[in-house]
């Protein structure tokens, strides 16, 4: 196998492995994978448009919706009319999901020191700037 076949299944694995780890720690809080990056830009700035959250974490709009539309079932956000355009919604945190915040940070950090737990601090360092650079690469 070569360089980048390796690298490619490694990743590949490493990707699948978090995803699996997320999963099993956010839904033990009623989160789906991806919805605790949906909530950290509500709590960071309440009242978001789908289309405003869709830009801050580089998704679609119609990705942000339907994940909305679960986070809206679960009880973690509601959606309310625009103050100014009839056409949007914004996407406000109920009780429950502001309860979370807390929560989902805890979580975050202890996944982070489980999948980095055999690292040194300047390899931490190294992995999440190897891991910038390969986004930018392929952007």
């Known amino acids: 196998m070569s360089v980048a076949e390796d690298f490619h ?11 699996q780890a997320a999963e099993a720690a956010y839904s033990r809080h009623g989160v789906g994978s ?3 990056f949906i909530l950290r830009c509500l709590w960071e700035d309440d009242g978001l448009t789908p289309g405003e959250v869709a830009r801050r974490l580089e998704l679609a709009t119609p990705t942000v919706t339907r994940a909305a539309t679960r986070m ?15 056409r949007l919604v914004r996407l406000r945190l109920t009780d429950r999901g502001r309860a979370l915040e807390t929560v989902i940070a805890e979580e975050v ?24 650079e390969i986004r930018r690469n392929l952007a």
């Open 9 to 19: 299944t490694a990743f590949w694995n490493a990707k699948r492995a978090m995803a």
């Open 72 to 86: 809206e079932a679960a009880g973690l956000l509601r959606r309310e009319p625009h103050p100014t355009d009839a």
């Open 109 to 132: 950090a202890r996944l982070g020191e489980r999948a980095l737990r055999t690292l040194d601090p300047a390899e931490r360092e190294q992995v999440v700037r190897f891991l910038g």
């Open 34 to 36: 991806g919805q605790q």
